[in-house]
């Protein structure tokens, strides 16, 4: 099956083991020298007083059990979120 970024932006990533919903497809780590996806970043729920920010996960390609219609199942129940390597917006008007 072949699939675009844009068509896994709209699939809702579930835990398959704990079957927790945890988040959208908003964007892919791409390893530039080899062509090939590393992680998928599903953009999470809202974080406290998270009117400008959310959750983001990285979970690897390894991770990813199957791609389907409407989900995508992954192995591990949550994967730990990873900082960002882009700025702007509202990011650090709290810190």
Known sequence: MKCCITELRNKDVISKTT???????CDAQVDTC??????????????????FSR???FIRWQDIEVIGDDIILVNHAHQQ??????GGGMDGLFR
């Open 19 to 25: 079957g927790a919903r945890l988040g959208n497809v």
């Open 55 to 57: 959750e983001e996960f």
């Open 81 to 86: 979120p990873e900082p960002r390597r882009r």
């Open 34 to 51: 080899t062509g090939c996806v590393e992680a998928l970043v599903v953009l999470g729920r809202p974080r406290t007083m998270g009117f």
